[in-house]
């Protein structure tokens, strides 16, 4: 149990900045689907340019197995990354919640997300049950 408390240790901090830099705020994500602040664009942007760097890095250390990192190749079909987009984009804009920041919120109090947090899992249950009759 004990090696796991590094993980509980960065998730808490991850919390906590996201809480600070009220990247959870439903507020700042209504504002961000409107076009009407640049806020939430900044931290998404930020989080992109951030992840690029280090998934380029970390290209040159090598992985738990000893070998370099990969990363796999994936189909480019756009019409699913498209209506996928669009699916996650209503739910968040509808919710007013990405998937990890649910989470958080729950932590901060706000309790009618558990709503939001069942409607995630029944949505995921579903695909899971229709994932096989899907394109994918």
Known sequence: ?????KFLVVGMIFGIVLVKSEAVSWYRIYEMFKFES???YGIIGTAVITGIILLLISKNFKN??????????????????????TIFGLGWALSGACPGPMYILVGTGVFSVLI?????????????ILKDKLPH
């Not at 939001?116 to 899971?128: P, Q, S």
């Open 116 to 128: 939001v947090i069942a409607a995630a899992l029944l949505g995921t249950y579903v695909y899971g």
């Open 64 to 85: 738990i197995n000893g070998g370099l990192m990969t990363v796999p190749k994936k189909d480019k079909g756009f019409k699913r990354y498209i209506i996928g987009g």
């Open 38 to 40: 640049f806020h939430m």
């Open 1 to 5: 149990m004990i090696k796991y408390l």
